[in-house]
């Protein structure tokens, strides 16, 4: 019996960015006895169902944007016998929907990582449940990933996670709902650990996958002092103080190692957070800037952000400390206006952001902003294909609608169309090798440029256009790029014996 384990995706690039992480730690759960755990990420190549055997478990994991060719694999998986296991945010939200679709035995919701083992034992025994809870895991039995299981020579960034869940509440986002509010931090040895295999196997570049890599921020301390709540304090403090050792440990991996994670904009008011930054070579850092006005900040529940000049000066504080900056916008707020794109375009360029991405306002299901939206269409939601707006990932990719909100002011072709034309400006090439002045060499400013067109091939050609030709142009296009940008980033790996570092 084989155990397999697929990221499910509709197109496959040959080379991938970012380690999908949850194949290598669902691979470390896996218990032992059972072999080597097969891993198929679909982003490389798509699943050779002639390896899939009667008898075999399959575990696919899904988001909403790949649901639908996750239940493509599912059901052809359970076609040739194999037990079909579903897992990932979108089966933890939608159970019923991988049995109905997927061809789903069972679906894990939550976290995998304790529960895994024994839906595999239950397989085995035939006893299987139609679900499990997998629930919030807490940190000290986060599994830490299999790294030895990775395909050779595939991909540019390891992924190791160090905190799972988020104080903050923004509209449009499901991880404080599902990954929760409370912050749970890994142990410092345990990521450091992990990250060390990474650079053995040649990984200079490590995203560190983490919802939020800030979980308290200096006005939180503020608050719990203003509150005289002294349990409170002392909770954050602690947490603060893990996230300084954190950095410390990072700060003594050898010096050529770049680190990335994701941030909210409040860091930019904690210096000595971003000193310690600097110090960990956390170099990059994915800041949902969202809107850059006060109404748009408004209509995404995300206050704590600035708009305008303020804004400008925030972003540039990161960069001033060392951290560039992955700025992440949404269009189709109903705020929005034809001006909107033009000035985002600006701040984005003005804040001195090394990367931006443009993303249409989706509402992704677990959101405050999915309720709102679904309850507003109420029984007569519209159809694309058959299919129900409301459950937008099950119509066929090449007829998915790439904006769901009706705009009180722009039609929805309008509100693509300018986004596409703000990815072209921001990616142009001459506005890109500007950029890559940010890198200190020939090499790394080539690699910047790589990674730039590669970045916006994957994400606006292939996500936002709308005509197929584009999208599969765009797809030839990332998988030539994809291979030279890799070997770019690796370097040489380092013995496994020996006291390296
Ligand atoms: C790192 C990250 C990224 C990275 C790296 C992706 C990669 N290659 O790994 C980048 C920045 C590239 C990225 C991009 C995007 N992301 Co993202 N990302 C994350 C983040 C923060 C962490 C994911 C991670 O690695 N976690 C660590 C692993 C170990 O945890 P896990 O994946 O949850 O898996 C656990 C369980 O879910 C379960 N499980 C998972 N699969 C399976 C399968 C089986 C069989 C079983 C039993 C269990 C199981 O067990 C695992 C271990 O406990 C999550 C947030 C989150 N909390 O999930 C968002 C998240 C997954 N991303 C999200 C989104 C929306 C996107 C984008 C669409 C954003 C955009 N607009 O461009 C793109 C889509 C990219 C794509 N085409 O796939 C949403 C998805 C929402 C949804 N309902 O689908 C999330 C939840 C964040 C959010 N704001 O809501 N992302
Ligand atoms: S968007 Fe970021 S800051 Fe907001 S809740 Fe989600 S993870 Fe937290």
């Not at 304790?114 to 895991?137: K, M, N, S």
């Not at 809107?291 to 000066?313: H, I, Q, R």
């Not at 701040?347 to 509402?363: C, S, Y």
């Amino acid at each position: 019996m084989t155990v397999h384990l697929v990221n499910p995706s509709h197109l496959s690039f040959g080379v991938g960015v970012i380690t999908p992480r949850w194949l290598f730690v669902l691979g470390a759960a896996t218990p032992t006895v059972y072999g080597r755990p097969r891993i198929v990420d679909e982003t490389l190549e798509p699943l050779d169902l002639d390896t899939v055997d009667s008898g075999d478990i399959v575990g696919i994991g899904i988001h909403t944007g790949n649901a639908l060719r996750g239940y493509e694999v599912g059901v052809a998986a359970r076609a040739r016998g194999a037990t079909v296991v579903f897992g990932g945010i979108h089966a933890t939200l939608y159970p019923d929907e991988a049995h109905d679709l997927g061809g789903a035995h069972t679906v894990v919701r939550g976290d995998g990582d304790v529960v895994w083992p024994v839906v595999i034992d239950h397989a085995v025994r035939g006893t299987l449940q139609r679900c499990y809870e997998g629930g919030r895991v807490d940190a000290d039995r986060f599994v830490p990933a299999r790294w030895d299981l990775l395909p050779p020579g595939r991909y540019m960034w390891g992924s190791v996670q160090t905190v799972r869940g988020c104080p903050k509440h923004c509209s449009f986002c499901s991880v404080w709902r599902t990954d929760g509010q409370k912050p749970r931090q890994r142990a410092v040895d345990s990521v450091i650990a992990e990250i060390i295999e990474l650079r053995r196997q040649g990984f200079r570049f490590v995203a560190l996958a983490d919802d939020n890599f800030y979980p308290v921020a200096l006005a939180d301390l503020a608050m719990a002092e203003r509150q005289g709540n002294a349990a409170r304090l002392d909770q954050l403090r602690e947490l603060r103080a893990e996230r300084f050792e954190l950095m410390a440990r990072l700060a003594e991996l050898p010096p050529d190692m770049v680190f990335f994670t994701q941030i909210t904009m409040e860091a930019a008011e904690d210096e000595t957070f971003l000193d310690a930054m600097r110090r960990a070579n956390i170099k990059g850092a994915l800041v949902g800037v969202e809107a850059v006005t006060p109404e748009g900040l408004k209509d995404v529940y995300k206050g704590f952000n600035y708009a305008g000049e303020a804004l400008v000066e925030r972003l540039r504080k990161f960069r001033q400390h060392g951290v560039h900056v992955l700025g992440s916008f949404i269009f189709g707020l109903p705020s929005d206006r034809a001006s909107t794109f033009d000035a985002t375009a600006e701040v984005a360029e003005r804040a001195e952001l090394a990367f931006a991405q443009f993303v249409m306002l989706t509402p992704y299901p677990g959101t405050v902003d999915f309720e709102a939206w679904e309850k507003k269409l109420g029984t007569d939601p519209g159809r694309v294909a058959g299919i129900p707006l409301t459950r937008h990932w099950l119509i066929p990719q090449a007829h998915r609608p790439k904006v769901y909100t009706p705009h009180p002011v722009m039609t929805a072709d309008e509100i693509r169309a300018r986004t596409q034309a703000v990815w072209d400006r921001f990616y142009s090439l001459p506005r890109i090798w500007v950029r890559s002045r940010c890198t200190p060499t020939l090499r790394s400013r080539l690699a910047f440029v790589l990674i730039s067109k590669l970045y916006r091939q994957m994400y606006a050609n292939t996500g936002i256009a709308t005509d197929s030709a584009r999208v599969s142009r765009a797809n030839r296009w990332a998988r030539v790029i994809a291979r030279p940008c890799r070997r770019l980033f690796m370097a040489r790996p380092l013995p496994v014996s020996g006291n390296a570092m």
